[in-house]
């Protein structure tokens, strides 16, 4: 990878970070960004997910289901409740909503 101008620069003068290591790492990041995208993609328009990619949500502890946001309702239910009592909940899509 190539750089010039100023990050160049500024790269030589920190000589002591090791850069390389992180551009794999912010590259890492991005691709799996782009990959949970596109199964979530997959997820919302209801079709069908390839074993390769179930195998990945599995390493990488991921489900499109992580990015749905929790009923606001039932977030200050759990967190109005007293630990030690459970709440009757009629079904899953009530805490999705």
């Known amino acids: 990878m190539s750089i010039s101008g100023g990050l ?3 790269v030589k003068e920190y000589k002591h970070i090791k ?3 992180i551009a794999r790492n912010a590259i890492r990041e991005e691709a799996v960004k782009l990959k949970k995208i596109e199964i979530l993609e ?3 328009e209801k079709k069908p997910i390839s074993k390769e990619d179930w195998l990945w949500m599995d390493k990488i502890d991921w489900h499109p289901v992580d990015e749905k946001e929790y009923n606001s309702k039932f977030v200050k239910t ?3 409740s007293d630990k030690s009592r459970s709440k009757k ?3 899953l899509e009530d ?3």
Do not use: G, I, Q, R
Request: hydrophobic share 45%; with cysteine.
């Open 89 to 91: 909940v009629e079904c």
């Open 42 to 44: 997959k997820y919302l």
């Open 78 to 80: 759990v967190l109005d």
């Open 19 to 21: 850069w390389t290591e």
């Open 95 to 97: 805490l999705l909503k």
């Open 8 to 10: 160049e620069e500024l």
